[in-house]
């Protein structure tokens, strides 16, 4: 199938063969991007679970020593290939397979970039693709990215080696906020798992997770959006914006001031830690 060559705001460019494979123009995500940019180092290792057709492997390849891009749908891992090539990557490694928490053989339901293993509503093309432990596939790494349409509890079970050795930063996509009925608590489940962690709101649906011992000077833009959000739920609630926020130095402010005055008080003010 033919397609077209486009390039996106950022500078990036990117094959386009279907309407799905516009996802990766979309800035809609801003808040993760800028996360796993401000985690990113030259010698780090990024991993990306459900990497589609390269929207954050592409981008990351850049910020990091290298990346590791997990996709099983064999029509995505094409076009990441693709993409991969257009960019001129080299640090990138492919590998076209899915993540649980045993190997197994899953059934796929076809919807792009929402292809999912779990059961849903409606009648879809279906493949079968074998998934294995993130533990038995990746050896090392200090960064992951999971987007796995409500198969999250299952890709950080099979990733206990990794959390134990590794201790990496995690930046999960919560499905259960994504429609799922059948993900109802599995973030509240992922909590519990990752005991150690400390956890961040990006967005309403992307969590941050990080070990408590993690220095937080490098996760300053993620603690900054926790608390906007907080705000941004209270205000969706009925409530004042600045309902259950720590200090009062923004008395008299808007919450955008807040937003704005917040990243100079984090590290000077342990509340915005202790309170998360």
Not at 85 to 90: G, K, P, S, T
């Amino acid at each position: 199938m033919s397609g077209e060559v486009v390039r996106s705001w950022d500078g990036y460019t990117w094959y386009i063969e279907g309407d799905n494979d516009r996802l990766v123009l979309n800035d809609g995500e801003m808040t993760v991007r800028t996360v796993l940019r401000e985690l990113g180092r030259l010698d780090r290792v990024f991993v990306d679970v459900g990497a589609h057709v390269g929207e954050y492997a592409i981008r990351m390849a850049y910020y990091y020593h290298k990346v590791i891009a997990i996709e099983p749908i064999p029509r995505s891992v094409r076009i990441l290939k693709k993409n991969i090539e257009l960019n001129h990557i080299a640090n990138i490694e492919v590998k076209q397979v899915a993540c649980s928490d045993k190997e197994e053989v899953l059934t796929f339901r076809l919807r792009g970039g929402s292809s999912t293993a779990l059961e849903c509503s409606g009648k879809f093309n279906v493949i079968k693709v074998k998934a294995v432990r993130l533990d038995d596939l990746v050896e090392w790494c200090d960064v992951i990215k999971i987007d796995v349409e409500g198969w999250e509890e299952k890709v950080i079970k099979g990733a206990s080696r990794i959390i134990k050795e590794c201790k990496p930063a995690i930046v999960i996509e919560h499905h259960e906020f994504r429609g799922y009925d059948s993900c109802k608590g599995m973030k509240e489940r992922i909590i519990k798992i990752l005991s150690g962690y400390r956890h961040f709101d990006l967005n309403g649906i992307h969590t941050l997770y990080v070990p408590k011992s993690f220095n937080i000077e490098e996760v300053k833009d993620a603690v900054v959006y926790h608390w906007v959000m907080k705000a941004i739920k209270n205000l969706e609630q009925g409530k004042p914006w600045y309902y259950g926020i720590p200090k009062t130095w923004w008395y008299g402010g808007h919450i955008t001031d807040f937003m704005l005055a917040l990243p100079e008080h984090i590290l000077k003010e342990k509340e915005w830690i202790e309170k998360l």
